[in-house]
């Protein structure tokens, strides 16, 4: 089993700026895709970024052009870098990875978004 642990939450103010970390428990060269969800309270989880094996990415489209998703294999970790970040981006955000699906999560690591 892969064990993710997810850092870099906090507090920040409108066009503000945050890096998340997951750092896995092992290598991550053969997980096919790693990805970052959402979920804000009373709303339903929402996949924000993926990246797989070969690099290519994907964004939700409530997040192109101000969020960037990385993955750094010789340290096990993928990374969620957020710019220009809004309000309605405040959410627990969550670390997921697996080779077919994503199978395995981090404990969430919560982003607030507040004047």
């Known amino acids: 089993q892969v064990q993710l642990a997810e850092s870099g939450g906090g507090l920040v103010q409108p066009g503000g700026s945050l890096r998340l970390s997951c750092g896995a428990s092992e290598s991550i060269v053969r997980l096919n895709v790693m990805g970052w969800y959402r979920q804000a309270p009373g709303n339903q989880r929402e996949l924000v970024a993926t990246?797989?094996?070969?690099?290519?990415?994907t964004y939700a489209d409530s997040v192109k052009g101000r969020f960037t998703i990385s993955r750094d294999n010789a340290k096990n970790t993928v990374y969620l870098q957020m710019n220009s970040l809004k309000t309605e981006d405040t959410a627990v955000y969550y670390c997921?990875?697996?080779?077919?699906?994503?199978?395995?999560w981090g404990q969430g690591t919560q982003v607030t978004v507040s004047s």
């Open positions: 990246i797989t094996s070969g690099g290519v990415t």
């Open positions: 997921a990875t697996g080779i077919g699906s994503y199978d395995y």
